[in-house]
């Protein structure tokens, strides 16, 4: 049994603290590729349900259960509150993208998904490439993000989305989304932190940058004229609005106490460490953008892309977000609760009333 062979002592389903009246869950194994992949589908009730495929070298198959029926259900509400017409699902592939992904190995999962008939469509996600879904798409007709299906890198669109969102964040706390003079600290500049750290400079904001990678930094400074601080600080720098745009967690009981900005509002995912700590945000009156509606523009522009005809209903519903988010704010406000909370439950609403 090589190291990434699952034990058979995979957590039971049913009894799985992320389960949560899942619909579907597929394990899936070809021998010949040495495909064991999971196939968790959360909630069909507004439509197909749309979620990336992860690749990831898991320890044990139990932490890839985990994952694949915590980001299912974390997707059927992304796509829920995006308005989208689509449930949630995820998929994961026990294997190591460096070593073990081959184009049979992705076929074989095309398979997997192809049998589900429909009931989960599969895209990128960590580890997978457009190229990854080419080989997918051998195989289904249920998948997105190819060169024919597909906008080609979701990034642009989040990035888009965050910045609308922190637009509408500054318009609820500030009584205007102009950005002229504000200061921001972007924490992280891959993909979408440096397309979002773009949208600000243009609008006139003034820029805090950090991130792990050197090289990025400088490329921030030099383009944006921006002032670089430790990212282990960044939350700390004295700005407006904090944009966490790297890894999640990065709200906790640690950091919160220290955040001077009013307004922290970025695309990384799964920014609260625990629930205490959306509470906590609202103690200290700042304003939180919960991050899977600020950051739905990726899924926006992989759901909703037509191929050959331009993305102006993806931008439209992209900056759509920023109208969601007031609503959210505002409800929040009146009902004296936090924001995720009140995202949670347009969610629910809307895949009630589906
Ligand atoms: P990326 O890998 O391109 O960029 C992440 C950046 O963060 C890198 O430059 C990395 O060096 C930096 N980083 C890592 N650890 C850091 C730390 N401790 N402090 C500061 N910087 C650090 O990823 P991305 O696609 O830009 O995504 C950023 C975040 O947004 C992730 O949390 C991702 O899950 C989330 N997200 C991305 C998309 C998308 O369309 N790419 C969609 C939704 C959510």
């Not at 979620?51 to 694949?68: I, K, N, S, V």
């Not at 924490?187 to 979408?192: A, C, E, H, T, W």
């Not at 519903?317 to 109208?323: D, F």
Request: hydrophobic residues 45%; negative net charge; aromatic residues 6%.
């Amino acid at each position: 049994m090589n190291a990434l062979t699952p034990t058979v002592s995979t957590a039971v389903v049913f009894d799985h603290p992320e389960f949560s009246e899942h619909e579907d869950v597929i394990f899936a194994h070809d021998a010949a590729t040495g495909l064991f992949a999971i196939i968790a589908v959360h909630d069909t009730r507004l439509g197909p349900a749309l979620g990336g495929c992860r690749m990831w070298p898991y320890d044990h198959a139990g932490d890839a259960l985990t994952d694949a029926l915590r980001l299912s259900r974390g997707m059927t509400y992304k796509n829920a509150v995006a308005g989208l017409p689509l449930g949630g699902g995820k998929a994961v592939i026990i294997a190591d993208p460096k070593k073990h992904k081959t184009p049979g190995l992705m076929e074989a999962f095309g398979l997997h998904v192809d049998r589900l008939g429909g009931a989960y469509i599969t895209a990128e996600d960590v580890g997978i490439s457009p190229e990854d879904m080419e080989a997918v798409a051998r195989s289904t007709e249920h998948v997105r993000g190819t060169r024919e299906t597909g906008l080609g890198d979701p990034s642009p669109y989040t990035a888009l989305g965050v910045f609308a969102g922190i637009q509408a964040a500054a318009r609820h706390v500030y009584g205007s989304e102009d950005l002229g003079g504000r200061t921001v600290s972007v924490q992280g500049l891959g993909s979408v932190g440096f397309g979002l750290a773009g949208h600000l400079h243009k609008a006139g904001a003034k820029l805090i940058v950090s991130d792990i990678d050197a090289p990025a930094v400088v490329r921030a400074i030099d383009a944006f004229d921006a002032i670089a601080v430790d990212p282990a600080e960044a939350h700390m720098a004295p700005v407006d609005i904090f944009a966490p745009c790297a890894l999640g967690a990065g709200l906790n009981s640690r950091t919160i106490p220290r955040i001077s900005a009013k307004i922290v509002a970025g695309a990384a995912n799964n920014q609260l460490q625990t629930e205490a700590d959306g509470a906590r945000l609202k103690e200290r009156g700042i304003l939180y953008a919960p991050d899977y509606v600020i950051n739905a523009g990726g899924v926006i522009s992989i759901a909703l892309a037509k191929p050959g005809s331009g993305d102006n209903t993806v931008r439209h519903q992209t900056l759509a977000i920023g109208e969601t988010l007031t609503e959210i704010f505002r409800r929040a406000d009146s009902e004296d609760r936090s924001p995720e909370k009140i995202a949670d439950e347009i969610a629910e609403e809307r895949l009630a009333a589906a």
